[in-house]
């Protein structure tokens, strides 16, 4: 089984503060997205990886993906009260069933005002 | 353009009931995926539709779970009879390519089953 290991769990803020979300798994990915999800809500796409080393951004969040395509990583700059909510990062991994997404358990983020 | 739709979008029912979730894709969306989330756990990947076809079930819990998606277009999941490990939020997704590296997957606000 393919797991993909999601950290932190939960994780409370001040405005203002920076923060980064981790993604890892032992087996390497095709490509890898980054959701996330609100409440009431299904997940909403917010970017996708596919080579190793890339690095995206936007606006204030940076997405990474690692270099052997294992692990990636979200940073949000100067975090603010509407970036609340439940980020997921969800990967194909290579040699599987492409078309199968296997999800992280997801970071849920709270930032003060 | 409408998203995708799930109903019911919550549903409680008695252990040992049927319930019946349904969910229209992206019209156009040849792609259809349930996943379902238990409480406390990831979400995972229950079966995903080419069309009417079902290209892959691997992730059905076992032979109380029916999913059909006759004609190509809407998809029924039908929980036959319900057991309360079943409780949790489903979701559906349609996406127009199964390659994840160049296409997303569109996901509707799901259904949340409690069976008690």
């Known amino acids: 089984t393919q797991l993909l290991e999601q950290s932190p769990q939960f994780l409370s803020i001040q405005e203002g503060e920076n923060l980064t979300v981790y993604c890892n798994s032992s087996?390497?990915?095709?490509?890898l997205q980054w959701y996330r999800q609100e409440p009431g809500e299904g997940p909403v796409l917010l970017v996708t990886v596919v080579t190793g080393g890339e690095v995206k951004k936007l606006k204030r969040l940076t997405f990474q993906f690692g270099d052997a395509r294992k692990d990636s990583s979200l940073h949000i700059t100067a975090a603010q009260p509407g970036d609340t909510g439940l980020y997921l990062c969800a990967g194909a991994f290579s040699g599987g069933s492409n078309y199968k997404l296997t999800f992280g358990k997801g970071t849920l983020l709270t930032v003060n005002p | 353009e409408a998203g995708v739709t799930q109903f019911p979008s919550h549903s409680v029912i008695e252990k040992g009931q049927t319930v019946t979730l349904r969910c229209d894709p992206i019209s156009g969306h040849d792609n259809l995926y349930w996943y379902r989330r238990v409480m406390g756990k990831e979400i995972k990947f229950l079966l995903h539709f080419v069309k009417e076809s079902k290209q892959d079930e691997s992730g059905m819990p076992n032979n109380r779970f029916l999913a059909e998606r006759t004609g190509g277009t809407y998809s029924t999941l039908k929980v036959q009879p319900a057991e309360l490990e079943d409780s949790g939020v489903y979701l559906c997704?349609?996406?127009?390519?199964?390659?994840?590296?160049?296409?997303?997957?569109?996901f509707g606000q799901g259904t949340r089953l409690t069976v008690v």
């Open positions: 997704a349609s996406s127009q390519l199964v390659f994840w590296g160049n296409t997303e997957a569109f």
């Open positions: 087996s390497v990915f095709s490509s």
